[in-house]
């Protein structure tokens, strides 16, 4: 929650922030993006990310750039990290009575991808960064979006990108906490106190066609979140923020983990940030310079 309304002058507190949806591998397109604002010498005053955008965000808050960022996504996001499988969720399934099935329930352990994410980050804490981030999760118990603006790296993105079903969720101050794809998948409105925001986010393809189970769920859940985002879309706008949505001129489909694609996708990043640059700083020349003092706000952690 805020203790001002987020709308409210005095509540501005950020010129620019950087939005980065869920997207797979493409989220490392956000980097591109803000390497190419950083040569104009523009930079974010917050990051704000869903699931992969929360981790690739990370990296950019953190400060890093270029080959060494690119790198260390790869590192970070590979399809290794969803191949070791719960050998008891199977039993589960079967008898879920005598093995406890639960809302913990996930088919794959995260534990490569904690010690991944710990490799990079370590004990560093979210209020430790050199640029403020935003991470996005959702509570499993009641659906709501928890945005994470304290505590360690590792536990946040860990919650950020626990798909249900797929990995456990993360118990962070004793509230279970998983992908924040659910509740907010371009999570514009936790920019609210900036009054411009650079989105990049990843509307989600229909299947061509629906002949099983599986497509149908795909169609369901693309339905569902893409409307999400653009209903977070139109209500920023309306309340007068200036949202700048780039999007991607990629040539090629991408897989979800074609960590090979990395180098490819920080390109087409750094040009879709070329592309709209004129707009943006036009739009940051517009933009009224902060109050202070301001109230700070305070996300539910």
Same mark, same amino acid.
């Given at each position: ?45 917050? %990051?704000? =990310?869903?699931? @992969?955008?929360? &981790?690739?965000?990370?990296?950019? +808050? ?5 080959? !060494? ?108 906490? %998983?992908? =924040?794809?659910? @509740?907010?998948? &371009?999570?514009?409105?936790?920019? +609210? ?5 650079? !989105? ?102």
């Amino acid at each position: 929650m805020w203790h001002e309304e987020p709308s409210s002058p005095r509540a501005r507190k950020h010129r620019l922030a950087l939005v980065l949806g869920s997207g797979g591998v493409r989220s490392i397109a956000g980097q591109g993006i803000a390497d190419r604002l950083a040569r104009e010498g523009i930079s974010p005053d917050v %990051v704000v =990310g869903c699931s @992969s955008g929360a &981790l690739f965000g990370a990296q950019i +808050a953190r400060g890093m750039q270029g080959q !060494a960022a690119v790198s260390m996504a790869t590192t970070l996001w590979s399809a290794e990290l969803t191949q070791k499988r719960r050998w008891l969720a199977y039993l589960q399934l079967i008898a879920p009575r005598m093995t406890g099935f639960g809302t913990g329930f996930a088919l794959r352990d995260d534990q490569l991808i904690a010690k991944r994410i710990g490799e990079a980050f370590g004990d560093t804490r979210l209020e430790e960064l050199p640029t403020p981030l935003r991470v996005v999760s959702t509570e499993a118990a009641t659906g709501q979006a928890v945005v994470l603006t304290q505590g360690r790296v590792v536990d946040a993105l860990r919650a950020s990108m626990a798909v249900p079903i797929i990995f456990p969720s993360v118990c962070i101050e004793g509230r279970h906490l %998983v992908d =924040g794809v659910l @509740s907010d998948p &371009l999570p514009i409105g936790v920019a +609210a106190d900036a009054s411009v925001v650079v !989105a990049l986010g990843f509307p989600g393809g229909m299947p061509r066609r629906v002949d099983r189970l599986s497509r149908l769920v795909a169609q369901t859940s693309t339905t569902l979140i893409n409307n999400l985002m653009e209903a977070r879309m139109g209500a920023a706008r309306a309340t007068g923020q200036k949202v700048i949505s780039l999007e991607l001129d990629m040539d090629r489909h991408v897989g979800l983990w074609e960590t090979a694609a990395m180098p490819y996708l920080y390109e087409v990043g750094w040009r879709a940030a070329e592309a709209r640059l004129l707009d943006i700083v036009a739009a940051l020349e517009q933009a009224p310079k902060p109050l202070e003092p301001v109230a700070h706000p305070v996300f539910l952690e």
